[in-house]
């Protein structure tokens, strides 16, 4: 579980190795047990490497922290249209209020089938 009172700092955290790896962080949030992400990745990097430096590096962070911190094994990633960006940030901004209406795993499921992958 991430902690209401430091997800501030574990988002900015992320932004920061964002940053550092050349990935452009857009919007950065998240809720008890997920976070989201949504950047531009440079042309150079596999998601897969971007991934694994984002959740590395901010797991070691969050293990400082408190005594036990593990992000899940996977992830999900999705590409978007430019024109997506402003509604997928404003969507990443509110997951609090978001999340008081439907569960992620519910979301994730038909976000999943929404676009034919299971």
């Known amino acids: 579980m991430i902690p209401k009172e430091i997800r501030p700092e574990l988002w900015s955290y992320m932004a920061g190795i964002c940053r550092n790896q050349k990935i452009l962080p857009i919007a950065i949030n998240g809720f008890d047990d997920h976070a989201h992400l949504l950047f531009h990745l440079p042309a150079s990097m596999a998601l897969a490497t971007a991934v694994s430096m984002i959740k590395s590096n901010s797991c070691a962070w969050m293990r400082e ?54």
């Open 65 to 118: 922290r408190q005594r036990r911190f593990e992000w899940q094994e996977g992830y999900g990633a999705f590409s978007i249209s430019n024109a997506s960006t402003a509604d997928v940030a404003e969507y990443i901004h509110n997951q609090e209020i978001h999340h008081a209406r439907i569960s992620f795993v519910d979301e994730y499921r038909a976000l999943l089938r929404e676009h034919g992958v299971v």
